[in-house]
């Protein structure tokens, strides 16, 4: 996965990071209060920088048989459980997923210009976190925000968790990258990262942190100062020699509860993104939450991943859609 995928991605939203942190930096602590109530700890994603020389190596293991990160004898994935906990969505209701929308785009300046100018406040924050799920969630287009992202907004509104979205986008652009060795990712690098390094912590942490309900993972890695000067080979030689040993197969911030292994007649979770569904296994990652490992069912994976055009995909949708309910 050479030829820069993710300078590319760097390109598309340097630009507009910018121009919402400094947004975010003349609000006053009341309306950022009102947007962590609404829409949980996504502002952060917003300070935290992606290590391009790690992305790189550890975008080279993404396994695209079953969804997951393969280092040697270590199977990893993100879960629908982490990311809605590093994310802290408010309100939303876990068991209800997202269903696609159709695809054109709105332009930044255009988003930009009323979070700069709206007269009511509770307007300012909802096309801001429409601003920064177009554009660092799910960053499609250059200094736009595909319509698409706005219809999963507007489900948001009734309580359906954005997590199995986003997970969806993340695993698709890996497979594409990995099949094409090559492209643009457009799922939410940053969200990636925050997950990884999640695992591979070695440094002591207090406890109390872990069970609080005011710790943000987010705000701390946000926070933290990461060196940035180590080489795509040296991760490479990293990656390549590890051990059991070195995971922390539950991240320090996770605290155990229900996993979410299996939706309806599959024997696995379908993802439903916003450009195409996807699938994955958590039985294959259970030391994650301290338990014990299954290989799954391989029947069907491949028949829930496929993208939102075509004659036939809107009766998948439903099959999908189905399974969660």
């Known amino acids: 996965m050479e030829n820069g995928f993710l300078d590319k991605v760097e390109d ?46 550890i975008a080279q293991f993404w396994n695209s048989s079953y969804n997951c990160f393969t280092f040697g004898e270590v199977d990893l994935v993100p879960t629908v459980e982490i ?23 709105i332009p930044w300046e255009n ?50 968790t954005p997590v199995p979205a986003i997970l ?14 090559d492209g643009r990712f457009i799922g939410c690098a940053q969200l990636l990262m925050v ?12 406890s109390y942190r872990v069970f609080s309900e005011s710790y943000s993972p987010l705000k701390e890695e946000a926070a933290m100062q990461r060196r940035d000067d180590i080489s795509k080979e040296k991760w490479m030689e990293i990656i390549q020699n590890l051990k059991e040993e070195d995971i922390e197969w539950r991240a320090f ?14 024997d696995w979770v379908p993802l439903s993104g916003i450009w195409g569904a996807t699938r994955y296994t958590p039985l294959l990652v259970l030391r994650q939450y301290k338990s014990r490992q299954f290989v799954p069912t391989t029947y069907g994976l491949a028949q829930c991943e496929f993208p939102y055009k075509g004659d036939h995909y809107k009766k998948k949708v439903r099959e999908l859609s189905d399974g969660w309910k």
């Open 12 to 57: 598309n939203v340097a630009n507009e990071l910018q121009e919402l942190r400094d947004i975010w930096a003349r609000w006053n602590k009341e309306t950022k209060q009102l947007f962590y109530h609404n829409y949980g700890d996504i502002p952060y994603l917003l300070d935290i920088k992606v290590d391009k020389h790690l992305f790189r190596v």
């Open 83 to 105: 990311y809605t906990t590093l994310l802290r969505c408010p309100k939303v209701q876990v068991r209800k997923a997202y269903a696609k929308g159709d695809s054109k785009c």
């Open 111 to 160: 988003l930009r210009d009323l979070v700069l100018t709206h007269p009511d406040e509770r307007k300012r924050v909802d096309i801001f976190a429409l601003s920064i799920y177009g554009l660092v969630i799910f960053p499609k287009v250059l200094r736009h925000v595909d319509e698409a992202v706005t219809d999963l907004f507007d489900h948001l509104e009734k309580g359906i």
């Open 168 to 181: 969806a986008e993340t695993f698709r652009s890996l497979s594409m990258c990995r099949k094409a060795s």
């Open 195 to 206: 997950w990884f390094r999640g695992h591979f912590w070695k440094v002591n942490r207090v």
């Open 253 to 266: 911030w996770m605290v155990p509860d229900e996993i979410l292994y299996r939706c309806g007649k599959f």
